[in-house]
């Protein structure tokens, strides 16, 4: 994609340092901050000595002789889009930048990708990530937050929650499916972001009711407890559940005021149930584990 004046866009590899400073170094309104001006000041290759100024001497800012060597012994890759090209063209090739030679998480990269395409909606998934409920049922690790995997549990109920049976099956890699159905919503003038949100904060508010942090945990029938850390499988069945049956769970709630213990009994019951024993397992792939899984969630959690 061409920029005026003839310039060439830049698409360089991400690291998770910078994502967190992507909005400190720019503001809302693109513009460059000024804040680092002054602060930071760079390196040289070589530079004279510069008398009269309080700046630091050219010997303290050149590169070192070991660094100088190593920098001209790499060598520079450059692949040019042309403007013929796919549009989609640049996101893939950012995409493949950052799948070598890098520690980011698939949503990190995922991340980048939704910002290049579609700000605000980056911005909406971001803030639905921080929902009170929807984290205090998730309770994830530090490392995971870091990893931003909410976002991407985030981003798994909305594509599995718009998402058919039919949908859902030949789809051996999760990763691939969630990052092409983000670009399509990025890419959908009419994806509802209010209906889709309001869904989002209800379910994981009712969800957090009856089980707190427990809500996606193992249950352990003989020692009537929930043990052990966070189970995808489970989050898929009954996020993905109670998500696409929230509007009548809010109508009986209305009607009983004894829902609670119903529904407790529903997630208890689930791990005892055949299906969700035979396709939650380890080693069973997305295209088998989905299919078979998402069906159950939505019918056992109907009021």
């Not at 309001?198 to 009711?209: A, H, S």
Request: charged share 30%; proline share 5%.
């Amino acid at each position: 994609e061409f920029v005026p004046d003839g310039l060439l866009p830049i698409l360089v590899p991400a690291h998770r340092c910078s994502l967190p400073r992507m909005h400190v170094l720019r503001s809302s309104q693109g513009e460059h901050d000024d804040y680092f001006n002054g602060l930071l000041e760079g390196k040289t290759w070589g530079e004279p000595q510069e008398e009269g100024t309080t700046k630091k001497s050219g010997a303290e800012r050149e590169f070192p002789s070991a660094l100088r060597i190593a920098f001209k012994r790499e060598k520079l890759d450059f692949k040019i889009v042309k403007k013929e090209s796919d549009p989609a063209t640049k996101y893939e090739l950012f995409q493949r930048l950052n799948t070598l030679g890098t520690s980011l998480s698939p949503q990190e990269v995922r991340n980048c990708l939704l910002i290049m395409i579609n700000r605000e909606l980056y911005q909406w998934l971001a803030d639905l990530a921080t929902f009170g409920p929807f984290q205090r049922t998730i309770a994830l690790s530090e490392k995971q937050l870091d990893e931003r995997y909410d976002v991407e549990l985030a981003l798994r109920f909305i594509v599995l929650l718009k998402s058919s049976t039919e949908e859902l099956k030949d789809k051996p890699d999760i990763g691939e499916f969630l990052t092409e159905q983000m670009k399509l919503f990025a890419l959908d003038k009419t994806f509802d972001r209010k209906g889709i949100g309001e869904d989002f904060k209800e379910t994981f508010k009712l969800v957090e009711k009856v089980l707190q942090d427990q809500a996606f945990r193992r249950f352990d029938a003989k020692k009537k407890r929930f043990m052990g850390g966070f189970s995808i499988s489970a989050y898929e069945v009954i996020a993905v559940g109670v998500g696409a049956n929230v509007t009548k769970w809010k109508v009986r709630i209305s009607h009983s005021p004894e829902w609670k213990t119903p529904f407790l009994e529903i997630v208890q019951g689930l791990w005892a149930d055949a299906t969700f024993l035979k396709y939650s397992g380890s080693g069973v792939r997305a295209s088998t584990r989905l299919p078979n899984l998402i069906p159950l969630g939505r019918r056992i959690f109907k009021p």
